[in-house]
């Protein structure tokens, strides 16, 4: 559909903000009207991005989604918005939850101007496998949503994240495609480890446990079942005394190269038709997962554009800077993320 032409893949644009209060419309205005659309008049193209879980704060508001709505109504192009199921308890584990979440934060129909929708069904059973062929994924599952969608324009966050240091578009292709079954695999990793001396017994891991993995001993502490565990890493986000961290039941590079596998095989379906955008607003230590509000790690920079998931991670890094998710994840090897990407020619 459109050429793969090596100077437009390693394109980047920028469009900066300036000493304002979001939010930032006219940026991101300029920003599309530079960008160029691979998409033909009639195309249905699907936005992805994250709507927040019920609680967050952080969240980009829906004014941005509604530019990009009209950029490419404009475009005579068909937008639409998606997002998936997930692991964890909350506003977004069952379809119907995640489109009221959706309503709650904004991002209706009648204010975007297009349908907001969940790729993988109503069901969650709406999946594909993808060919792999990678070091720990031969296929990976995901939303069956190519066949149907003409191209994409992935929106993403770009901020910290728990367990892969930062998040933006290679995550945003990673678990946001992923069918939950694939959210799990990538999870399998991740254990939450007590710090008995920090736990207050206040019981918010067990009650958030999606699975009945926590659970309280006879000793009044909690303790999680690693058998029955899925690694939603929920308990550890939710916990208010900072009393459980990661344990990784392997090494902790091996979740960054699953996150970049299942990015890489969404992306061979979707190169050539997909346009990437970068939102450098509300960079917080954690993703738009966890309820509540996560500390601003860095200031508003503006928002990036590109033709390549992994290009506009290395330059949104870039910009606010390594040392931002290094002390802010200081266990996490994100950078693996860049290392392996190389590796598999992603
Ligand atoms: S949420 Fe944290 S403080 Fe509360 S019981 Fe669980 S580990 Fe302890
Ligand atoms: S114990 Fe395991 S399944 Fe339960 S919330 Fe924690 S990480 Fe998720």
Redesign the pocket.
Known sequence: MWKKEESIMNEILFEEIQGMQGPYRSELRRLLKKLVMPFHRGDRVGIKLHWGERGNKSFLPPDYAREIAQWLQEGGVRPFLFDTTVLYSGGRRKAEDSLQTAVEHGYTESFLGCPVTIADGMGGRCVIDLPAGYRHFAHVQVADIFDQTDGFVIFSHFKGHMEAGFGGAIKNLSMGFASRAQKQRMHADVRPL?MPEK????????EVCPTGAAQFGDDGL?FYDHEVCIGCAQ?IG????L??KIHWETDAAVFQEKLVETAAAVWRQIEGRSVLINALLNITTECDCWPGENPVIHADRGFMGAYHPVRIDEESIRIVGENTFNQAHPDIPWSRQFSYAGEIGF
């Open positions: 007590l736990c207050t017994k206040c019981g918010t891991c067990v909690p308990c939710f916990c208010p005394a009393a459980l």
